[in-house]
């Protein structure tokens, strides 16, 4: 009798084990389809699944999808807990279960650029990858838009291609790019305007990078 308990005991683990195994396998592979059709004063008009274009405030939310921010045309959204920052036209494919893999695959432009939309204490920013920089950089309309006050952080020179500049290195809250958000990183803010920001190794090297083609593949490392 006491073999025959624990046959049953050990079918009912299995089994259970199964279950979960099944269940966990259904959470992966979950999926939210999102796009952002267009932009209007405070509202985005969002695609959610294929489904019908809607207009969703800021604050507000459809099928999972909730739009953080707004600014001109990039679209600051919350899927399944997961921050991604659109510009009307682009559509993104967000999986449940999967937060914890913290990567992100970017595609290089037709100039072989790899640019990437993002934030910066949780507003949008748009990025252009440069591994040469030693620091996230931002000029100053995109720091005073992002309500970072320079002067707090400590003053120095930097050199460019246009010689040498006013510089002040700051800790940026946050920076998030596709799934990954990295806290407390060293930024650098030039008094000078520039094109775009600049993803820069003090991001970068929290990575595990891996180039194939005209794609670039972003791991967190920790």
Not at 18 to 26: D, F, K, N, Y
Not at 29 to 56: D, E, H, I, R
């Amino acid at each position: 009798m006491a073999t025959g308990f624990m046959e049953s005991m050990s079918r009912v683990t299995r089994y259970c084990m199964v279950l979960s195994l099944a269940c966990l396998s259904v959470a992966v592979v979950a999926q939210t389809n999102a796009s952002v059709a267009g932009v209007f004063p405070g509202t985005a008009l969002l695609v959610v699944n294929g489904g019908a274009p809607k207009a969703v405030p800021v604050g507000a939310a459809l099928d999972g999808v909730k739009v953080l921010a707004i600014d001109g045309e990039v679209v600051m959204l919350d899927i399944d807990g997961q921050k991604r920052t659109l510009r009307v036209g682009q559509n993104v494919v967000s999986q449940k279960g999967s937060d914890d893999r913290q990567e992100t695959t970017l595609v290089a432009d037709s100039r072989g650029h790899f640019v990437a939309n993002g934030s910066v204490n949780g507003r949008p920013v748009r990025f252009i990858v440069d591994t040469g920089a030693t620091m996230v950089s931002l000029g100053a309309s995109d720091a005073a838009r992002l309500g970072i006050d320079p002067r707090k952080g400590q003053q120095g020179t930097s050199q460019t291609a246009n010689g040498q500049v006013r510089v002040w290195k700051v800790k940026l809250d946050s920076v998030q790019v596709g799934n990954i958000t990295v806290h407390g990183v060293d930024g650098l803010i030039h008094e000078s305007e520039m094109p775009i920001a600049l993803l820069g190794m003090s991001f970068l090297s929290r990575m595990e990078i891996r180039n194939e083609g005209s794609s670039m593949q972003l791991k967190r490392k920790y």
